[in-house]
């Protein structure tokens, strides 16, 4: 199962960054650290994913700890449209996605 | 941008009948997968597939459940007799081949079991 831990819930500014941790203690070398969310009702939505190194992209930037054990992931600027169940997902496996509980990020205005 | 799509968005049924659900993937996606989400809970694997054949299933997909990709576009769920349990959110995800994991989501259907 997910072999990660995070925050339940997190509120941020609309307009300011927004920070969502992850612990992934167990992580092995091979292993990428994957995040994706879930819009109220909608499909979920990949995100971004890293292995080593610091990642961005239009939505988000990953930023991994040198020892890997956690992550964050950071939305500049976030807006109430960001609003959504947020998860940290670490896998080798292309077969599935195994979903945790997330952290359920609210965008107040 | 290229995007799963999902038919029907809705779907009611009555206890006992047989549903189909469709998805279309992403045109040069290799790899399709079913999730289903019961209200207020979290998303759950049900099944991939892969070269026409699944590669792993999970034990909520039972003897009731199959998948099929009968044409070169669509991924079908079947659920042969539908039970009250199963009205969930279904979602269709599919993956391009390589060395990236990520799946690309589908926007759902919503089966309700009456």
């Known amino acids: 199962d997910a072999k990660t831990t995070q925050p339940p819930s997190m509120d941020c500014a609309e307009g300011r960054a927004a920070n969502l941790p992850c612990n992934h203690s167990t992580i092995s070398g091979n292993e990428y650290v994957y995040w994706y969310r879930q819009i109220h009702s909608q499909g979920p939505q990949y995100i971004i994913h890293?292995?080593?190194n610091n990642e961005t992209n239009e939505m988000a930037s990953l930023i991994i700890t040198e020892d890997r054990k956690s992550s964050t992931l950071i939305l500049p600027h976030a807006t109430l449209r960001d609003t959504a169940v947020y998860y940290c997902?670490?896998?080798?496996?292309?077969?599935?996605?195994?979903f945790g509980p997330g952290t359920s990020l609210s965008v107040i205005p | 941008e290229p995007e799963v799509t999902q038919t029907p968005s809705h779907q009611v049924t009555q206890m006992g009948q047989e549903v189909i659900l469709r998805c279309v993937p992403i045109s040069n996606h290799l790899y399709f997968y079913w999730y289903r989400q019961i209200l207020g809970q979290k998303v759950e694997f049900l099944v991939s597939f892969y070269n026409n054949e699944i590669s792993e299933k999970s034990e909520i997909f039972d003897d009731q459940f199959s998948v099929e990709r009968p044409d070169g576009s669509n991924f079908t769920l079947k659920i042969r007799s539908t039970k009250l349990e199963d009205s969930a959110m279904y979602f269709c995800a599919s993956r391009v081949r390589g060395e990236s994991y990520e799946q690309y989501f589908g926007p759902g259907t919503r089966l309700t079991v009456t």
């Open positions: 890293g292995l080593k």
């Open positions: 997902i670490v896998e080798t496996s292309y077969d599935k996605v195994i």
